[in-house]
């Protein structure tokens, strides 16, 4: 099978397109990377690949596919590796069930919480979304990492990254080191936090820990837009 000719149109600020980046590096495909200014109107030629204008965008030889969760999943499908690990046909529907239950729940009941905190304008306020955070955490998530005891830390006890960590790394990523006291956009607290949950912490470090997840990753430089663009009143 020859390498298919890739083009990522995206933009590495944005976590949504950051997952595509954590594909395509995980299975070592390569690629052409296009950055698109998410600051200004989207470019005409753009929005003719795009009508939507959002990132990730990508050409698979000469096919456009768009959203992220979609060219996150289909990437792990046309190219078979550790991400989806194949098994008969039934194992793998239950274990695609599993997996998309699991991301479900991270988006749905933790986010909000990250998005909270981001926003929140004062220290007051970002301590309680951190506990709303953990708590969400502690309920919804450290029960679905049961199967990590005494395996591997990934989405159902993997040594390798699976497609769970791909769709949330760059999530995790905000989440821990956005709680660093020098960005104050997370309150400092959580990392203590975190050890009401060490099935989730074991998971989010070892998972932000991959190269994979955090080559294209500017700490500083996403913190500082962050709290510019969506905590312009806060006090740090």
Known sequence: MSSPKIILYTNRMCPWAHRAHIALKEIGLEYEEVTIDLTTPREPWFLEINPRGLVPTISYDGTIITESGIVTQFLADAHQTHLLPPSSPIENALYRARL?????AF?????????ASIRAADETERDAAAQQLIAAVVKEIEPLLADTDGKGPFFGGSEKLTLAEVQSGSFLLRILTFA?????????????????????????????????????????????????????????
């Open 180 to 236: 660093k006291p020098e960005h104050g956009l997370v309150s400092a607290k959580l990392l203590t936090l975190l050890e009401q949950a060490p099935r989730f912490k074991r998971w989010a470090e070892a998972t932000i820990a991959q190269e994979s997840v955090n080559f294209i990753y500017d700490e500083k430089l996403v913190a500082d837009k962050m709290r510019a663009k969506f905590a312009p009143a806060a006090k740090v």
């Open 107 to 115: 988006f749905s009941k933790v986010l909000p919480s990250l998005f």
């Open 100 to 104: 998309n239950f699991f991301v479900d």
